[in-house]
């Protein structure tokens, strides 16, 4: 589809083991934004083949990313008041475009500082199954930033994270002695119009596609052998709507191509890496990388109403940072109220105290949990135990029926998001 290869889904109805498989789209969850199907053991005519390449090649964008580089060359020459942004189309506009776009809203004189954050002169693409731009606050951003250098990394990979990649794009023109450089690999093509093909690359983490075929993917490849392939560490901050196990594939597929790098010793070794994702997912996560853990620093952004900083209780941001780093190098700010566990050997957040029982700490969330001695583990404070079902839930929860079984295999003693066939196919 106009997104690149597709995936191999399957259809399961209760009871039964095995659906039908069909290929959608990778990205896009919804039928509305792309509605490629097709059935796994479905034949396809020359026709049908014909008119699908048909209508890849209408959805490309109207300029290649070599030509959007030259008019950003352009664009820069021109003096202020000639420099003018179709907000409508999200365009950058040469003068002998401006006809064209006549009838549109512009932005004007478009200042080098506004050039170096096009993060905040493009519309934020906000559906949460797609693209799901919901960018870091300045708070974050630092944080992470400072963090990245503190530990001695000088190369970033920025996997869908414009924002830090334009931090440190700016800091790297502004300060002589920066040191730090940054690839961003994003679906929005959006950006090409203000980064190089050194620095940005057109790029699907649901399926680890290039858009710019073998050339693109060398620009990676060879942005992750620099210095054979040492202090360079991964940031991504997928759409949460996204398939855990999809993103997990593309991370794997990230991390071996930084493994074949001349340096001795990588194949034991994991890439650094940031993953940053909601805590709920802590579980899906440790499934495909064993050896990540979960920091307690809330990670916050500028255009969401709910996934801010310094809310209390269910209101904070549910936001973490996932890393396969040893969990006692990363230092969490003390002033925004994080503190170290002598036992855990990491840093937590102030209402996460240590279990004696469970020998952690335990919160997820930034409330003290409290222990339960029947389910044998801390819970939400708002929990309570449920002798019907078994385990804590919220004092006004609907008891589970001990007949009903999980939706998607009819088993009883889990349900439809921890399903074992779900995970396997």
Known sequence: CPLGPALLFVKTSQGKEEGRRFYACSACRDRKDCNFFQWEDEKVSETRLAAREEYNRNHQPSFTHRQNVERYKNFVLLPLPKRRFCQQCQ???LPAEWEKHSDHQFLCDISTAQLKSPSQLLYPLENKKT??????????????????IDLGFRRVLS????????????????EEDFRVRSLLLDIDFRYSQFYTEDE?????????????GEAA????????????GERVIMVTDPPFGGLVEALASTFKKLMEMWKETEKEGHNSQEMPMFWIFPYFFESRILEFFPSFSMMDYQVDYDNHALYKHGKTGRRQSPVRIFTNL?????????EEGYRFCTICQRYVSSGNQHCEICDSCTSKDGRRWKHCVLCKKCVKPSWFHCNNCNCCALQNHTCEKTDAGCFVCGKAGHKRSTCPSLSHT
């Open 326 to 334: 040893t969990p006692s190098m990363i230092v969490l700010p003390v």
């Open 217 to 228: 993917r060398e620009t990676c490849r060879k942005f992750l052998y620099q210095d054979n």
């Open 91 to 93: 365009q950058l506009l």
């Open 159 to 174: 996997v869908g994270t414009p924002r830090l990649h334009e931090m440190i794009q700016t800091k790297a023109s502004q």
């Open 200 to 212: 940005f690359c057109h790029y699907n983490m649901f399926n680890h596609y290039f858009f710019g």
């Open 131 to 148: 693209n799901a731009q919901y960018l870091f606050a300045d708070r974050s951003c630092r944080f992470l930033l400072d963090l990245i």
